[in-house]
């Protein structure tokens, strides 16, 4: 049995702008590795921490995360190359350490950090990291190339600037006119794009993420190996599956249940799939090209035509994994109050170039379009209980709350 011992003066909380945090961390992991343990022996014990259903332990279960991400790196015998695409978009506190900002959480060379500790004993695999600046009107481009700089980071970070992919027609930034275009999607698929250009498909996972440390990125080699072994397209990672570990500020989110009950019935091929927004997902590098061509949507429904597209390529290969998320809000640069109607109405588009037209979705699809914010408030406040009562993994299959069920005077 793993031994205990090494959790006994770990933190009940994760402070995602603490520095000491990230080197325990990375020694409580370390020292779980010293120990021999298979990912049989690991994974027992993560179930047996997972029943508890306690929050306060978030550190060894996100550490035990970290410690199957690594146990798979150092097992990977065939070269990989892993790229990791994020955007950043008026970033330029959040970039900075918590005693030059406030909100200051130091991601990048954090992200570095992590991804060197994960890949430091696994010489197959070589990463880089691709930051893009959306069109930031602060210059976090230019704040993450000096950060890049000043560490000696060039030969594991690239800075790109999404105006001057759009500038010089460069890849699925040619179907933008101006940055303004985008909301992250046009960067990241940018982004994407330019990692297959740079260094091709071969043995090449592209993965995005987010520009917090909501995700830790030694997990990473969750979301590869199954791409890597179980002849899946995809691999994207969840909050809403039971070994899911998730610290979430606020109040339950009955929006984000309306917002995949309504998308659930117009997009139909994408199955148990729920978690669209995570923003930790992988793909096979040979499909980027084909997947990000000519898309509809650049701004923050961007994953889901991602999603859709690869599953029109090959049913049922996207595989779901569970992952150790933190929130961090502080800073974020959406809140809760995420733009659902903006994001529905695109996947209205998306309904009608991708798939077979039915009644039920036109239905909805009708609706959808008909809101402006004011009436889309009005459904947010009056949200039938029939789907704030229900587990969103449910909305698959439930379909009974109609349109003429949602109040809109």
């Not at 691709?130 to 602060?138: F, I, K, Q, R, S």
Request: net charge neutral; aromatic share 8%; glycine share 4%.
């Amino acid at each position: 049995m793993l031994n205990k011992k090494i959790f006994e003066s770990t933190p009940v909380n994760i402070d995602l702008t603490n520095d000491r945090h990230a080197e325990l961390i990375t020694e409580t992991v370390s020292s779980i590795l010293k120990e021999g343990y298979t990912l049989e022996q690991i994974e027992k014990f993560e179930k047996e921490l997972l029943a508890k259903n306690d929050t306060s332990l978030i550190f060894p279960l996100l550490s035990l995360k970290i410690v199957k991400s690594k146990i798979l790196a150092t097992e990977t015998k065939e070269p990989v190359r892993i790229s990791v695409v994020f955007a950043v978009y008026k970033e330029h506190n959040r970039i900075k350490p918590v005693n030059e900002h406030p909100h200051g959480e130091d991601f990048l060379r954090k992200k570095v950090q992590q991804l060197d500790f994960l890949f430091e004993d696994s010489p197959n695999i070589t990463w880089e990291l691709v930051v893009v600046d959306d069109g930031c009107p602060e210059n976090s481009g230019a704040i993450a190339q000096e950060i890049v700089d000043k560490n000696n980071l060039n030969d594991k970070v690239r800075v790109l600037y999404l105006a001057d992919a759009i500038k010089n027609n460069e890849g699925p930034a040619a179907t933008l006119s101006s940055t303004t275009d985008s909301q992250k999607g046009g960067s990241i698929v940018y982004g994407m794009w330019n990692a297959v250009q740079k260094h091709g498909t071969k043995n090449h996972i592209v993965i995005f993420t987010d520009a917090d440390l909501s995700t830790h990125l030694g997990q990473t080699m969750l979301l590869v190996h199954p791409v890597l072994t179980q002849n899946k397209l995809a691999a994207i990672g969840s909050r809403r599956e039971p070994e899911s570990v998730v610290i979430k500020k606020g109040s339950r989110n009955n929006r984000g249940k309306l917002f995949i009950y309504l998308w659930k019935r117009l997009i139909p091929n994408l199955g148990e799939v729920i978690d669209t927004q995570c923003g930790f997902k992988a793909f096979k590098a040979e499909i980027i090209p084909e997947i990000t061509k000519e898309m509809i949507e650049t701004k923050f429904a961007f994953d889901i035509e991602l999603l859709l597209r690869t599953e029109l390529l090959k049913k049922n290969s996207i595989v779901k994994v569970p992952i150790a998320w933190i929130d961090s809000e502080a800073a974020s640069t959406t809140t809760d109050l995420q733009p659902y109607l903006s994001m529905l109405q695109s996947i209205v588009k998306m309904y009608r170039k991708y798939f077979p037209k039915n009644d039920v979705s036109n239905e909805f699809a009708a609706f959808i379009q008909s809101l402006n914010q004011d009436k889309f408030d009005e459904v947010l406040q009056n949200i039938p209980q029939e789907i704030i009562k229900r587990e969103p993994y449910e909305f698959s299959t439930f379909d009974k709350v109609k349109v003429e069920n949602f109040v809109v005077k």
